[in-house]
Structures are given as C-alpha cells and as structure tokens.
C-alpha cells in the first residue's frame, strides 16, 4: 500500500497560521507574569494573591538602565504613560507610528509581563487632525479604525483597556455629569456605550475598564463624581456594554479627607454592579507637609488605609504612576514631593513597606 502523501511543509505551515489566527486570543494573567524570570519585589508579594502589581512606565525611562532593572524586578504590569495614546500613536489621519510603544511591548514581552491599555479614548492629547475631523459623520469610523488596529496590534499583551478615561465632569453641570469633551460634543453621550461595545468586538477576551479620578477622598466634589461615575457605569450596563472594571486612578493628597466606610460603600455599589475596582495611577502628593521623614511617615500612613479599603473591595491590580520619585508626573513642579515607593537614589521608601505590607494582607 502506497504512503499517504505527506503534506508540503508550506501547506503545513500554513494550516498552523490559520490555526492561530482563528483560535480565539486568551488575556494574558496575572498568573502567566507570575512565572516570569527576575519576578521579585512587590509583583512577587502581589503574585501570591493574584493580585497585579505594576507600574507606569514611559520608553525614555528605559534609557536609565538601573531604573530598567528596578521595573524588571518590581512590576508584573506596565502602562505607558503617554505612548499609547492618540497624539503619538497617530501622527496623521492615515498613519500610526507604533515605534515608541512598540518598544515598551518588546520590554514587556522581554520579561514576561503583560501591558494595560491605556487609553483609546480621553480628551486630552488628541492630534489637531483629529480636533479638525471629528464629526457626527466621521467619529465612528475614525473610532473603530483606530481600536481594530491597536488593539489588533496589542491584543496578546494587554491584560485590561482603559477604553474610556476621564468622561465624567459635573462641574460641566450636565444632568448626566458627563464631561463637554469632543467626543460627546460630535457624537452624543452615547458615544461611551458605542465605545465599549466596539472594544469588546475587538478583544472579546480582554477585561475592558473604565477609568477615572477624583473618587477617592471625601468631600463634596469627590461625592459629585462618585455619583457620576455610577451612573455612566449604570448606563453601560443597561446598554449590555461590556465594561468589566473600575479604574480609580487614585492619585491621592496628604490632607485631604479620606473616610475608609465611605468610599468601601462607594466600592461597594461598584461591585454590584458586577465591576472590579483597580488601583491604576497611584501616587500620593505630600507638597502641604514640611520635611521628607513627615512626608514619607503620613504618604505611608494614607496608602495603608487606601489600599487596606480597596483591596478588602476585591482590587486585583495595583499600578503605581511611576515607580521613583524623579518619575513622578508632577516632578517638575513639584520636585521635593514624595509621592511614588522608591526615591531619587532609587532607596526603597516607607511608601514601599506600605504597599507591601497591604498587598501580604490582602486575602486572596
Ligand atoms: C499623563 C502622563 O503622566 C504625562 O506624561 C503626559 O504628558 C500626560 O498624561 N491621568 C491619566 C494619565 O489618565 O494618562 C495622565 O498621564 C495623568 C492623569
């Protein structure tokens, strides 16, 4: 009996291609990164909770190669700062330039961690193209050629999207608190619903996040945009969005009030709404306190009651907005701050020992 004829190394080749692209993506976990080679630091102590520790990373920090060493060891996670966004992702209507993320990808993937999606959507750092463009015509197609093609691109790496950042403002004094941005001006307060249901076509796998600030302390304005953001996440839900968590940004303020029963309440009415809170920018001014051993004793004082309310909230994922303090987006300002775990010498801080402590605590 003749041998059944083998198949062409191309043929064969081919079929595994066409394996891949139709076996559906799987989002990379916490547990994947667990595993990765120089896991230590806090991811390590996240890891055992399954819990994803990480941080804000933009490409040129990576010039600095002990700063480089110290995210490899540290972080699990990383979201670019800056590089994902529309103004440097899209230099033009026709054109993406991916060579800045795409570095940030290749040192995520270098050391087995995993990339948030930050941000498809936000009003700020749009290209003046896009400004000009946006029409009730245009958005939904500028929108879902820009999410297929980053997202296509980024899909294998990115653990969550930060779809929607920042679309609440009541001080806009519109009834449903969302913010005047160019996208609702265009496009209607609908645009948010339009926005997660075309993300969720194009990563169906992937957890889809809605990500905001100003939820954290206590006080009246916080309180406005706690209630704004419940009632966005509501109007996702009613729509059959698929938004699956709540990004509090929390960039928090020595001195201001901070009441654990009130925003666990907050969290609380997040989580019923089937929603997992995440910690995604965290970082904690002290520019009111005198002298960097009161800075570091109250930074560490605050982040503990934070992070002990969240966590107990079923917050999987912490993202420090920076891991040292030159890093800090608010470094030019204010220099002397202390707001991120490690300093300028890179020396851990009692900022670090607090989230440390927190992420050991946490139940699993
Ligand atoms: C900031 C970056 O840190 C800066 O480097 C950039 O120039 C502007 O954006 N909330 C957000 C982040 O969601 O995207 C912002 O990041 C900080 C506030």
Redesign the pocket.
Known sequence: MSEPARPSRRRLLAGLAALAIARPAVAISVAETCGRPGAGGLSAVACRRGIWFGS?V?SSDLADPAYAALVAAQCALLTP??EMKWKPLRPGPDSFDFAACDRLAGFARQHGMALRG??LI?H??MPVWLLQSLSPASWEGLLERHMQTVIGRYRRLVSSWDVV??AVEPEHGRDDGLRDSPWLRVAGPDYVVAAYKLAGRFAPEARLVY?D?GCEHEAEWTRRRRRAVLRLLERLRKADAPVHALGL?S?LRVGDAFDAAAFGRFLGEVRDLGLVPMVT?FDLRADRVRGADEKDRKTAALAKAYLDTVLAAGCDTVVC?GLSDDKS?RAAEEPDDRPLPFDRQLAAKPLYQALEDALSRSAS
């Open positions: 804000a933009a700062t800056w930050h941000t936000w700020m750092e950042n920042e990500n600030y940004q960039h920018e907005w987006w």
